[in-house]
């Protein structure tokens, strides 16, 4: 080492010797930790503000500090609970009734007859429910007959033992295949390499499908914190899937149209984005989103793109053919690396199937868990399920096979044209309007004249059952073949609710309006979570 440099150093060595002596030894130990513990704790506030915003931050810690106020927490528990018994409307004092053990004596072939009583207890659903049941008719005559009949047949099977239930192995791979050529693997666009499996409903699906992507993403770009980006109107399915597989979820509102805003995912993607999703259409207002922009958004981030097709897979690519306008929403779009679609909404199935399709293999073996060291054997399963209702595969593969194209084709149009007839009647009802320009069979409707959750109540106490929506307040219906014959009378009930609520506003005794418009007010979502948690602890 050259003299003069270490002279240097000596000399500075020196120098803070001297500066620090006068310090004692405990104080220049525990600086250096105190300092590493409050850049810890400032990184830590600010990845908070980064990932909540001010407003939510801020407002956090208010709560969280009045909340050490004594008194304070348990009045505000006191105040939750009286909102938690209220939406459970009695349903304590039912549950107090039912059984908690077996009986001493089986009831033998006795427990049809009571259970054919249980069911009559069950309130009128034939054309009241906002989507729910989708098959059309009687539940004890045509389809219904077709698909309950095979669901017994195979009720004993499990496609797990895959040597054993050969038939229903069958059935599934035929189910997946029927329903990936509808959404555009015979197209030479999609590679040719369209795979899946049937799972339990849309939510396994969209868990299956987030699971594998972050597992793609992180064997081929090496992600090790996955974050995904989905508008404010995609499904909650993505936010249990970020819950469970540890991904962190950035929510982004939806353009003026009630879509996808593009723009604004765009400035959420980072180095460690391995999905963005697109719904056709979204649950909340029947809208699709530009599945195409996102496809290019995507493939030029080299990052994953599902497409909920949960509600649209069995009625957009027969909308298509009948002359609908339907921008392109499956695997014809380039990008697009999954899709879910739910084979027991309009695909008229049992519920409890749907089907989760991936572009190629290579992100399909990411769903699978394969198992090499335990003692019971090599285990290997393609769905979260391990044992699969083999019953619910036949039901699906009959619906499909009994309906054929011309079936789907035939109730396509029916509901197409009843959602139609629903949208222009709520336009002519002056206090209403529609929530964007519905390309479906959901049609969200709001009002800046009355209380539209009051009207929900109104149309509660006539028997209907919809759906209520926030961002903006809103209810929506979505139509099934059980709606063709009786849309005229839901029409003439809401033309009456809107009436009766602006000649008489206020919420009705028994009612939660009060309830849901109070928690779309609510600036700590925090509560409004617990208040949901609370009420599903007290329920199941």
């Not at 240097?8 to 104080?27: K, Q």
């Not at 959404?183 to 699971?211: D, F, R, Y």
Request: proline share 5%; glycine share 10%.
């Amino acid at each position: 080492m050259d003299s003069s440099v270490k002279s240097f150093l000596l000399d500075v060595r020196a120098s803070a010797n001297s500066f620090l002596s006068v310090y004692e030894p405990l104080v220049l130990v525990s600086a250096p930790l105190i300092a590493l513990f409050v850049a810890s704790m400032l990184q830590s506030a600010l990845q908070v503000l980064h990932e909540n915003g001010l407003k939510a931050t801020l407002l956090g810690f208010f709560m969280s500090f009045v909340k050490l106020v004594p008194g304070v927490k348990s009045y505000i528990d006191a105040e939750k609970q009286k909102v938690v018994d209220k939406l459970q409307s009695g349903g304590k004092s039912v549950r107090e009734s039912w059984r908690t053990e077996l009986p001493s004596t089986g009831l033998g072939v006795g427990v049809i007859e009571q259970m054919k009583d249980e069911k009559r207890k069950d309130v009128a659903w034939q054309g009241k429910c906002s989507g729910a049941v989708y098959i059309g008719g009687n539940e004890c005559e045509g389809h219904f007959s077709l698909i309950n009949e095979a669901c017994s047949m195979f009720a004993h099977t499990n496609p797990l033992h895959m040597d054993v239930f050969q038939s229903v192995v069958r059935f599934e791979a035929e189910v997946v295949a029927m329903t990936a050529a509808m959404l555009g693997s015979k197209m030479k666009s999609s590679g040719g390499q369209i795979c899946g499996n049937m799972t339990s409903g849309g939510t396994e699906s969209i868990l299956l499908a987030v699971k594998s992507s972050r597992d793609y993403m992180k064997t081929t770009k090496g992600i090790k914190k996955p974050e995904m980006i989905i508008p404010e109107s995609a499904h909650s399915a993505y936010d249990k899937a970020a819950q469970y597989f540890n991904i962190k979820l950035w929510r982004v509102p939806v353009n003026k149209e009630f879509q996808a805003d593009v723009k604004a995912i765009r400035r959420y993607i980072n180095r460690n984005t391995v999905l963005i999703v697109g719904s056709a259409p979204g649950f909340p207002h029947g809208i699709i989103d530009p599945i195409e922009e996102l496809g290019q958004l995507a493939s030029s981030f080299d990052i994953c793109l599902h497409v909920d097709l949960c509600l649209g897979g069995f009625v957009l690519p027969f909308a298509n053919k009948l002359g609908y306008p339907i921008p392109p929403f499956d695997f014809s779009v380039k990008g697009v690396t999954s899709i879910s679609a739910d084979v027991h909404k309009y695909g008229l199935a049992p519920k409890g199937t749907s089907v989760v399709l991936y572009r190629n293999h290579d992100l399909r073996k990411h769903q699978f868990v394969a198992v090499t060291e335990w003692s019971g054997g090599l285990y290997v399963s393609p769905t979260i399920a391990g044992s699969r209702p083999g019953g619910l595969i036949a039901g699906a593969w009959a619906s499909m096979m009994s309906l054929g194209e011309e079936g789907y084709l035939e109730n396509t149009k029916k509901i197409m044209e009843v959602s139609k007839r629903l949208q222009k009647g709520i336009e002519e009802i002056p206090e209403l309007f529609v929530i964007g320009r519905p390309d479906m069979t959901v049609v969200a409707l709001g009002s800046n004249v009355v209380d539209i959750f009051e009207v929900n109540d109104i149309m509660s106490s006539k028997g209907w059952h919809l759906n209520a929506l926030q961002r903006p307040n809103s209810i929506h219906i979505c139509v099934t073949l059980q709606h063709v014959p009786i849309i005229d009378d839901f029409l003439r009930d809401l033309t009456e609710s809107v009436k009766t609520v602006k000649e008489n506003p206020g919420p009705i005794s028994g009612g939660l309006a009060p309830i849901y418009g109070a928690a779309g007010r609510m600036p700590d979502r925090g509560t409004v979570q617990e208040l949901l948690v609370n009420y599903m602890d007290g329920t199941c």
